[in-house]
């Protein structure tokens, strides 16, 4: 839930040390219509942007080089992180009937598979979520994903 913290109250410096990413977040061709992404580099810099109704979203002051990219939404949130989503978009998400559950693995750094390589300037990543899916042996497992071509 800091990572929300983090995507509330980043709005990136505009240095020439970050970059600016843009894109759309989807769950099976569908829009994620609320959430975050946040990106993760090194020295526990990071930025986030909130997702719009239509699943996109624009990200600034993103640090530059390899990062690791989460996604969240109002279905993994708890309560605090929630009402702080609500705040920030001025809008309730409680009991939305668009509010898209994506496998928890999207929310961790190290589990995602999504990564980018951010360079100075503007740049687009779109994010196609992959549900999870019964593996051979009936457990659980989802494919990793990366940009869209």
């Known amino acids: 839930m800091a990572l ?4 509330l109250a980043s709005t990136g410096c505009g240095d020439s040390d970050s970059g600016r990413v843009s894109g759309k977040v989807r769950l099976n061709d569908a829009p994620v219509p609320a959430g975050t992404v946040t990106f993760h580099g090194e020295n526990n810099r990071s930025a986030s942007a909130l997702l719009d109704a239509d699943g996109t979203y624009t990200a600034t002051g993103v640090p530059l080089g390899a990062v690791k990219v989460t996604v ?3 279905a993994q949130m708890g309560e605090k992180a929630k009402k702080a989503l609500e705040k920030a978009r001025n809008v309730s998400i409680q009991g939305r009937s668009d509010a898209v559950e994506i496998p928890a693995r999207y929310g961790r ?4 598979g999504l ?5 100075s300037g503007r740049q ?3 994010i196609d ?7 051979a042996d ?3 497992e ?4 990366g940009p869209r071509k």
């Open 142 to 145: 989802g494919r990793k994903n």
């Open 109 to 112: 750094p190290e589990q995602s």
């Open 72 to 74: 969240t939404t109002p």
């Open 138 to 140: 009936g457990t659980r």
């Open 4 to 7: 929300l913290a983090i995507a």
């Open 129 to 135: 979520l992959v549900p999870e899916s019964p593996g």
């Open 115 to 119: 990564q980018l390589t951010v360079t």
């Open 124 to 126: 687009t990543f779109d």
